[in-house]
């Protein structure tokens, strides 16, 4: 293989007994994906992220203490881009209950988890040799809102802004975004400020945005998102626009999922479970306010997350219940996708993440 081949990787709902990470060659052309590698004895490794050099790979999981209480866990892999396989490095317990999301710190010196089912999320070191170190620093969110899914605090995402210094939480159980201040020398989240939106919205991922002084969060409840100013050297959000994610007159039952931006900051895409879409919305190039401009089908039921490649040429969405990741060529112009033809058969895909070596 090239030195300088891309690659995509895939976590999923999977047993343990089965594979459920995947490693594929990107064609940066095409779009298309081919599997290289695939890894089993992971129980739910749902959602990954890569280092920043791409040979290494940290996915969440499930497992269980002495006690034989479900909890959280992390498992690191190496990556060999030439032979194209996973290798396996360690497996460390990160929070006392099951982790839905994880991500590193600019620095890839940290990972940051969170915890649906337990509304806290945790800071993890990463070792020299590239495992995972076991957890440095815990914090748990308390109270409720009014939508049934929050009776309790709900923790379901750890985003890092662009200079490093703060992570935003999204938590659904509690419609609040918290700012956490990075202290990495002493391994360590410091709680800084939070933001409450309005009740029932059930905030889940956040982006920044690549320039402007913006962040954007998804919210599952009710099919939003929000547009919020960012303060990076207060480190402080502040609510400015909410809009659907749904077409005028859509009256099923939907959860929105994931939310990212295409590289050049133009267009921002949030995904749909229900009307199994991906909302367009292009960006105000002043203010970062947001316009619609298409609800594109997902040709795949539920699109739990998605990824957009770093160049911009296309979307790659992975449907968990179309047991699909189907690729989306994105037109720069108009923020449009199409679908390419191409989409990799793997089985309760949610997780799309790319790298290149």
């Given at each position: 293989?090239?030195?300088?081949?891309?690659?995509?990787?895939?976590?999923?709902?999977?047993?343990?007994?089965?594979?459920?990470?995947?490693?594929?060659?990107?064609?940066?052309?095409?779009?298309?994906?081919?599997?290289?590698?695939?890894?089993?004895?992971?129980?739910?490794?749902?959602?990954?992220?890569?280092?920043?050099?791409?040979?290494?790979?940290?996915?969440?999981?499930?497992?269980?203490?002495?006690?034989?209480?479900?909890?959280?866990?992390?498992?690191?892999?190496?990556?060999?881009?030439?032979?194209?396989?996973?290798?396996?490095?360690?497996?460390?317990?990160?929070?006392?209950?099951?982790?839905?999301?994880?991500?590193?710190?600019?620095?890839?010196?940290?990972?940051?988890?969170?915890?649906?089912?337990?509304?806290?999320?945790?800071?993890?070191?990463?070792?020299?040799?590239?495992?995972?170190?076991?957890?440095?620093?815990?914090?748990?969110h308390?109270?409720?809102?009014?939508?049934?899914?929050?009776?309790?605090?709900?923790?379901?995402?750890?985003?890092?802004?662009?200079n490093?210094?703060?992570?935003?939480?999204?938590?659904?159980?509690?419609?609040?975004?918290?700012?956490?201040?990075?202290?990495?020398?002493?391994g360590?989240?410091?709680?800084?400020?939070?933001?409450?939106?309005?009740?029932?919205?059930?905030?889940?991922?956040?982006?920044f945005?690549?320039?402007?002084?913006?962040?954007?969060?998804?919210?599952?409840?009710?099919?939003?998102?929000?547009?919020?100013?960012?303060?990076?050297?207060?480190?402080?959000?502040?609510?400015?626009?909410?809009?659907?994610?749904?077409?005028?007159?859509?009256e099923?039952?939907?959860?929105?999922?994931?939310?990212?931006?295409?590289?050049?900051?133009?267009?921002?895409?949030?995904?749909?479970?229900?009307?199994?879409?991906?909302?367009?919305?292009?960006?105000?190039?002043?203010?970062?306010?947001?316009?619609?401009?298409?609800?594109?089908p997902t040709?795949?039921?539920?699109?739990?997350?998605?990824?957009?490649?770093?160049?911009?040429?296309?979307?790659?969405?992975?449907?968990?219940?179309?047991?699909?990741?189907?690729?989306?060529?994105?037109?720069?112009?108009?923020?449009?996708?199409?679908?390419?033809?191409?989409?990799?058969?793997?089985?309760?895909p949610?997780?799309?993440?790319f790298?290149?070596l």
């Amino acid at each position: 293989m090239a030195a300088t081949q891309s690659f995509a990787f895939i976590g999923s709902y999977a047993d343990a007994d089965g594979p459920g990470l995947y490693a594929c060659a990107y064609d940066t052309e095409t779009g298309a994906l081919t599997l290289l590698d695939q890894a089993a004895g992971l129980q739910n490794p749902t959602f990954l992220v890569p280092a920043d050099s791409a040979r290494t790979l940290y996915t969440i999981m499930e497992s269980k203490d002495a006690d034989g209480h479900r909890v959280g866990a992390a498992a690191a892999f190496r990556f060999d881009p030439e032979a194209g396989r996973l290798e396996r490095l360690n497996e460390e317990i990160t929070l006392p209950a099951t982790t839905c999301h994880i991500t590193l710190d600019r620095t890839s010196r940290f990972a940051m988890t969170a915890s649906y089912h337990g509304g806290m999320i945790g800071l993890s070191p990463i070792l020299p040799d590239g495992r995972i170190g076991p957890v440095a620093d815990i914090h748990r969110h308390h109270g409720s809102s009014v939508h049934p899914a929050q009776t309790q605090a709900r923790a379901h995402s750890v985003i890092v802004d662009r200079n490093n210094r703060y992570a935003v939480v999204s938590d659904l159980g509690l419609d609040k975004l918290f700012v956490y201040k990075l202290d990495l020398a002493n391994g360590k989240l410091a709680p800084h400020s939070e933001t409450s939106i309005a009740p029932g919205s059930g905030p889940r991922h956040f982006v920044f945005h690549p320039e402007l002084p913006t962040g954007y969060g998804i919210n599952e409840l009710n099919s939003t998102i929000t547009v919020y100013g960012y303060d990076a050297e207060a480190g402080t959000l502040t609510a400015m626009q909410t809009i659907s994610t749904l077409p005028d007159g859509y009256e099923g039952e939907n959860g929105t999922a994931d939310i990212h931006l295409s590289p050049d900051g133009k267009f921002l895409y949030g995904s749909n479970r229900g009307h199994d879409s991906l909302a367009v919305c292009r960006v105000d190039p002043a203010s970062g306010r947001l316009e619609p401009v298409e609800y594109a089908p997902t040709l795949g039921g539920h699109p739990r997350n998605f990824g957009i490649s770093p160049d911009g040429r296309f979307a790659l969405v992975a449907n968990r219940d179309g047991n699909n990741v189907v690729t989306f060529a994105r037109d720069a112009e108009t923020g449009k996708l199409r679908p390419t033809g191409s989409e990799l058969q793997v089985s309760k895909p949610v997780c799309v993440r790319f790298a290149a070596l």
